[in-house]
């Protein structure tokens, strides 16, 4: 299977040369693991190699996210001025539209920015698409309709051909019962370790599935330095 890699050296090594081409990759860990920049890491090193992006965002300001890939060396101002990446900021949409709802007396449930009309209007010839933070459907739905939206969006995205990378914060994955462990073809988890008799963290990236690649390691140490995310060494076995 064709490959789309990661932007890290390491973590290709890992799972056979990288994410699965047209196929979804979901990213899940604590909150500071790293997740939002893996997300910025596989989107500089797919414009580079002049894919077609686009990022969804539902928690963060695209302004604040443009400074925090500047400061690792992931300059995506310039993919975004021509027009190779798309930034579409579901959390700004709603904040302006509460805004100018407010004075109706109307809150925050009467804006339900859909994720799915951003991507049934996408460009066909989108290769790329991050989703930044999946998480937050789980506050809005049941576990079923979770369930069904997520399986709609991931459809969209394989009918396109487009390989996604769904970021989700450890709350709402175990909040939704892991239920999209199951629905996409590859799974990376950071675990936190702490050992309080040194005083010291330790972070894991854990690969638990990727399909049609041969991963025989599952578990590696990893930094996030002034570059982004880097492989330490990687542990055999259990953790």
């Given at each position: 299977m064709?490959?789309l890699?990661?932007?890290?050296?390491?973590?290709?090594?890992?799972i056979?040369g990288?994410?699965?081409k047209?196929?979804s990759v979901l990213?899940?860990?604590p909150p500071g693991?790293?997740?939002t920049i893996l997300?910025?890491?596989?989107?500089?090193r797919?414009?580079?190699e002049?894919?077609k992006c686009?990022m969804?965002l539902?928690?963060?300001?695209t302004?604040?996210?443009l400074?925090?890939?500047?400061?690792?060396?992931l300059?995506l101002?310039?993919?975004?001025?021509?027009?190779q990446?798309?930034?579409k900021n579901?959390?700004?949409?709603?904040?302006?539209?509460?805004?100018?709802?407010?004075k109706?007396g109307?809150g925050?449930?009467?804006?339900?920015a859909?994720i799915?009309?951003h991507?049934?209007g996408?460009?066909?010839d989108?290769?790329?698409?991050?989703?930044?933070n999946?998480?937050?459907?789980?506050?809005?739905?049941?576990i079923?309709?979770f369930?069904d939206?997520f399986?709609?969006?991931s459809i969209?995205?394989?009918?396109n051909g487009c390989?996604?990378?769904f970021?989700?914060?450890?709350?709402?994955?175990?909040?939704?019962?892991r239920?999209?462990?199951?629905?996409?073809?590859g799974?990376?988890?950071?675990?936190?370790k702490e050992?309080l008799?040194?005083?010291?963290?330790?972070?894991y990236i854990?690969v638990?599935?990727?399909?049609n690649?041969q991963?025989?390691?599952?578990y590696?140490?990893?930094?996030i330095?002034?570059r982004?995310?880097e492989?330490?060494?990687s542990?055999?076995g259990?953790?």
């Amino acid at each position: 299977m064709e490959s789309l890699s990661t932007g890290i050296e390491g973590l290709d090594l890992m799972i056979d040369g990288g994410y699965p081409k047209g196929r979804s990759v979901l990213i899940t860990g604590p909150p500071g693991s790293g997740k939002t920049i893996l997300g910025l890491q596989f989107l500089h090193r797919s414009c580079s190699e002049g894919k077609k992006c686009v990022m969804i965002l539902t928690r963060e300001l695209t302004e604040d996210l443009l400074k925090q890939a500047k400061s690792l060396g992931l300059d995506l101002d310039p993919f975004v001025e021509n027009g190779q990446l798309i930034i579409k900021n579901i959390f700004e949409e709603k904040i302006n539209k509460i805004k100018s709802f407010s004075k109706f007396g109307k809150g925050l449930s009467t804006v339900d920015a859909d994720i799915l009309d951003h991507l049934s209007g996408m460009s066909p010839d989108v290769e790329v698409v991050v989703l930044d933070n999946i998480g937050v459907m789980a506050i809005d739905h049941d576990i079923k309709e979770f369930a069904d939206k997520f399986s709609s969006i991931s459809i969209i995205l394989m009918k396109n051909g487009c390989t996604g990378f769904f970021v989700m914060d450890e709350d709402s994955y175990e909040l939704t019962h892991r239920l999209t462990g199951y629905m996409v073809a590859g799974l990376i988890r950071f675990l936190v370790k702490e050992n309080l008799s040194v005083g010291r963290t330790s972070q894991y990236i854990y690969v638990q599935k990727m399909r049609n690649k041969q991963v025989p390691v599952k578990y590696s140490l990893y930094d996030i330095s002034s570059r982004g995310i880097e492989i330490i060494n990687s542990i055999k076995g259990t953790f």
